[in-house]
């Protein structure tokens, strides 16, 4: 079975940091992408930001300049490093990553259970 579990969100204020983590565990063959989704009350779930196994980044053109993604292959966790947070940050940020399990040929996507970020005004 593979597990991802994030830390490290919570209330902060307006101007603040957080750095959210997540740990994929299990048996995994190969991590590929790992990445950062975020949902919004009565909001669809999107893209915050995505790194490749080699560390190639992509990210949401509201957070460029922000925040950061980076990620511990050997420890297969990513992180969001986010600064200068503002209200309009505020959701439940999950994690993702595409990945291949033990004893299979197909890489699939896995979800965290996601954490809250509130940043308050």
């Known amino acids: 079975q593979v597990q991802l579990v994030e830390s490290g969100g919570g209330l902060v204020q307006a101007g603040g940091s957080l750095r959210l983590s997540c740990a994929a565990s299990?048996?995994?063959?190969?991590?590929?992408?790992m990445g950062w989704y975020r949902q919004a009350p009565g909001k669809q779930r999107e893209l915050v930001a995505q790194?490749?196994?080699?560390?190639?980044?992509n990210y949401a053109d509201s957070v460029k300049g922000r925040f950061t993604i980076s990620r511990d292959n050997a420890k297969n966790t990513v992180y969001l490093q986010m600064n200068s947070l503002k209200p309009e940050n505020t959701a439940v940020y999950y994690c993702?990553?595409?990945?291949?399990?033990?004893?299979?040929?197909?890489?699939?996507?896995?979800w965290g259970q996601g954490t809250q970020v509130t940043v308050s005004s």
């Open positions: 993702n990553a595409n990945l291949v399990p033990s004893g299979s040929f197909f890489p699939r996507d896995y």
């Open positions: 299990g048996s995994i063959f190969s991590v590929n992408v």
């Open positions: 790194i490749t196994s080699s560390g190639s980044t």
